[in-house]
Nanobody, 124 residues
């Protein structure tokens, strides 16, 4: 399996921005579709965004459309999540995940590798 390590989380005021990174190792990164998920305190983990392994197509949950941008650099084995106009409700631990499916979407069972997470806290 591919190993994943997230970074870039932190504390930010509402309306601010953060950029998360997810570095992959151990397998050929471009063979995997990638996704971001998040889990708030006392909540279930939820889908945020997904990017295809090679064609760059993306898919977002409605609550982040227009504010978050998922991207990847296969040469660097790295995926990113640019988060703008952050809201307190975006506060969560953010996880990156890898899937051998071409379009794994929001279904967590389609993802076989997970990172340890990075905390994002948005203050009001």
């Amino acid at each position: 399996q591919v190993q994943l390590v997230e970074s870039g989380g932190g504390l930010v005021q509402a309306g601010g921005s953060l950029r998360l990174s997810c570095v992959a190792s151990g397998r050929t990164f471009s063979n995997y579709a990638m996704g971001w998920f998040r889990q708030g305190a006392g909540q279930e983990r939820e889908f945020v965004a997904q990017i295809h392994r090679s064609d760059g197509s993306t898919y977002y949950t409605d609550s982040v459309k227009g504010r978050f941008t998922i991207s990847r650099d296969n040469a660097k084995s790295t995926m990113y999540l640019e988060m703008n106009s952050l809201k307190p409700e975006d506060t969560a631990t953010y996880y990156c995940a890898a899937s051998s499916h071409a379009y794994p979407g929001r279904y967590q069972d389609n993802y076989t590798s997970w990172g340890q997470g990075t905390q994002v806290t948005v203050s009001s």
